[in-house]
């Protein structure tokens, strides 16, 4: 996330964002559901039964009716009922697979109206509580957090409704942020909001005000905006930056990043060169590490899906023949998993028809949807230390938000090519298990008015200047050549790569989806 100093103190809202900071809702307690105290016996009982599978939904639903049912005869002192439907404790149910966590956290979405819209992901990751089967007490609560894809542009109300629910129903908001150490502050950890959640009494009272007195995860000292470069892509689009629309100086909003110092440390240690950012802020993880025209250079010589030397020498004869950029897609299609783009059409429509902003905005947020697949089909500039290293910084601060006092739900917001390395140190290092999940809209495209004419025109126009350009190169270099100026053709043949190799890599990043689940058909929810 590109980040700047503002002049603002204290961590003051900038003007027009409403203030939250000082302000605590109360989250909503999470429910003990689903409870297993012996899961090896219940698994016995499923397998001598034979039960047939259920969904976990269903499951929740038949155990608070067990549970239900069993603190009324309590209560009324009756035995239950012989032969009914809870008879014999909890109902013993087959157990149901878990549900995948999802493994792409934006998608682009064609509504029913005709409209566009660029998705990002929310996925609820949760802890059942845990009880001493003996004296029924809770050894360990019930823990939710919420796995949260941001994009660092996007319109006012994506931002107002992130910053409604982080504030209303979680006890501690982390955030990714790179920024100086002198832009932090040791924070505290977050008062407890939630009744019951410690069995002490004074005792545990006293040790929760010590906890709160010890240093927690770092807060902003400062308020911070957006680099000149984030605010024009933002102007571009018409859109907003994050930074101008999130309030990050709430009480209970903690930075779970690595800071500026250490980064560039690390980078150093791996023989990486920092980009040239501003005195106190340092690229984001939608930035990539390398420039634009590097990255074009290497695409274009090796391709979005790699390969050998045969592949390679296969990419070599493309350029011999009229329209490469075609081939070559079709080389990467073939090989990386590719797909033509569903909004594809849209983006002609669009053109068609004037509007600019939103062709931008299509191309912009096709390219952010693509960039999820980058290290699977190859030409991504990801580098180990802007992602891995921080995950590893992003799931420590997690566990030890979880660790707190009181601390029963946890949002996290990170970049989307964050998601699957975050959501992979959820269930295996955490032992949370995916749960639910939601989508809200980060900006919305209105339906272009469809225009056949242009949709069907474009590619026999490509194909047309593609052909006609290659034959003048041919001609020329040919006719330069028989005048032994073999500088002049070489210069006409290298401009030609050029030229076929920038529209190549734009066409692999606007018509063309790089993303091996939604080839492959097995998930459908992104197309």
């Not at 012996?38 to 499923?46: F, H, S």
């Not at 420590?396 to 970049?415: M, T, W």
């Not at 990043?509 to 939604?518: C, S």
């Amino acid at each position: 996330m590109h980040a700047s100093v503002a002049l603002r103190r204290g961590c003051a809202p900038a003007p027009g964002r409403r203030a939250t900071a000082g302000r605590r809702h109360h989250p909503r307690p999470i429910p003990p559901t689903a409870v297993v105290d012996d899961e090896d016996r219940w698994t016995e009982e499923v397998a001598r039964d034979e039960q047939p599978e259920i969904s976990w939904a269903e499951e929740r639903r038949l155990r608070r009716m067990s549970e239900r049912a069993s603190s009324t005869t309590k209560s009324s002192g009756k035995p239950a009922p012989p032969g009914g439907p809870f008879s014999g404790g909890a109902p013993r149910l087959a157990r149901a697979s878990r549900p995948a966590p999802i493994k792409e956290y934006l998608r682009l979405v064609e509504l029913g109206d005709g409209a566009w819209e660029l998705q990002s992901a929310t996925a609820v990751f949760r802890r059942n509580a845990r009880f001493d089967p003996t004296t029924g007490e809770c050894v360990a609560p019930a823990q939710e957090v919420a796995l949260a894809a941001t994009v660092h542009v996007g319109d006012p109300t994506y931002y107002q409704g992130l910053q409604e629910e982080c504030d209303a129903d979680y006890d501690a908001v982390l955030f990714e942020l790179i920024t100086g150490e002198e832009n932090l502050r040791e924070g505290r950890a977050p008062e407890s909001t939630r009744g019951g959640a410690r069995h002490g009494g004074d005792e545990d009272e006293d040790d929760h005000n010590r906890d709160r007195r010890d240093p927690f995860l770092p807060q902003l000292a400062v308020a911070l905006a957006p680099t000149p470069d984030a605010r024009r892509l933002a102007d571009t689009h018409f859109l907003v930056p994050q930074l101008d629309a999130l309030d990050l100086c709430g009480d209970n909003w903690y930075v779970a990043d690595m800071p500026k110092q250490e980064l560039a440390r690390l980078q150093a240690e791996a023989g990486e060169a920092m980009m040239a950012t501003s005195s106190r802020s340092v690229p984001g993880p939608s930035v990539p590490t390398t420039s634009p025209a590097l990255e074009a250079l290497v695409v274009t010589a090796k391709g979005r899906a790699g390969g050998g030397p045969l592949r390679q020498a296969t990419r070599l004869v493309c350029w011999l023949v009229p329209c490469p950029e075609a081939h070559l897609l079709l080389l990467d299609w073939v090989w990386g998993g590719g797909r033509p783009a569903p909004v594809l059409g849209a983006l002609l429509d669009s053109l068609a028809g004037g509007n600019i902003i939103a062709a931008r905005r299509l191309a912009f947020a096709q390219m952010i949807v693509s960039a999820q697949a980058k290290g699977a089909v190859g030409g991504g500039a990801d580098v180990p230390v802007l992602v891995e290293r921080r995950n590893d910084v992003a799931t420590e601060c997690l566990a030890k938000a979880l660790d707190a006092p009181g601390v029963s739900r946890v949002s996290l917001l990170y970049g989307g090519l964050h998601m699957p390395g975050l959501t992979r140190r959820l269930t295996e290092q955490l032992g949370l298990e995916p749960s639910t999940q939601r989508w809200r809209a980060v900006w919305r495209v209105e339906p272009p008015g469809a225009n056949n004419a242009v949709r069907w025109a474009a590619l026999p126009l490509l194909l047309f200047l593609d052909g006609t350009d290659w034959a003048a190169t041919i001609t020329d270099a040919a006719a330069a050549a028989d005048a032994g100026a073999l500088g002049a053709a070489a210069a006409m043949g290298a401009l030609y790569v050029v030229r076929h190799g920038a529209v190549y890599y734009s066409l692999g990043k606007w018509v063309l989806e790089w993303n091996r689940q939604l080839f492959d058909g097995s998930d459908g929810v992104n197309s």
